[in-house]
């Protein structure tokens, strides 16, 4: 019985260290060196109001915004995931005509492949630097802007996620949505 009382201490002891005190002490130290990680990433508009977090990808379907890569989870941050069929997949090959139609791409002005392609996680927030540009034509027309003026836009919020050892540029879809809402 000795035995028994002291397995159960030791079990609730552990449990008390692992599961409260040791993710608490985490949370401590994310908040007291980077709060805004430790919160979500969150970004909000200028009155305050939050609007989503920079790490997870959102829906936009108007002409009027930029357009994010698909998702095979609608979307929605608590079911990440993948399809996880095959490129032969009937369902795959529709959506994906139905996204190339949805751009208006052609032969001669091809879709680029991570705005046809589903991220693996299905929550990618990023398009690369040429996704945003294949859409400023479309965005700049439905906001009675220049191209150039949405260009501009594009590419001062590229940036390459490796620092000056990467190549690929990315841009953050919401962020970029939400600088567009500001301009005058």
């Given at each position: ?103 208006g791409a052609t032969p001669q002005n091809p879709l ?73």
């Open positions: 019985m000795a035995m028994f009382l002291t397995s159960i201490r030791v079990a609730v002891l552990t449990l008390l260290i692992c599961a409260c005190g040791y993710p608490a002490l985490i949370l401590g130290i994310a908040q007291a060196f980077t709060p805004g990680t430790a919160n979500g990433s969150l970004l909000q508009r200028s009155d305050g109001t939050i609007v989503g977090s920079r790490l997870l990808a959102q829906a936009f379907t108007q002409p009027r915004y930029f357009w994010p890569r698909p998702s095979a989870v609608g979307y929605n941050a608590a079911g990440a995931g993948g399809s996880n069929k095959s490129p032969t997949s009937a369902d795959l090959i529709e959506r994906a005509q139905q996204t190339v139609a949805a751009y680029p492949a991570d705005l046809a392609a589903a991220s693996g996680g299905g929550l990618d927030p990023h398009v690369t630097e040429r996704s945003a540009l294949y859409q400023v034509a479309r965005v700049a027309a439905a906001r009675e802007r220049t191209p150039l003026e949405v260009e501009s836009l594009v590419r001062r919020h590229a940036f390459a996620p490796g620092g000056l050892l990467s190549s690929a540029r990315l841009v953050n879809v919401l962020e970029l949505n939400l600088a567009l809402d500001q301009m005058r």
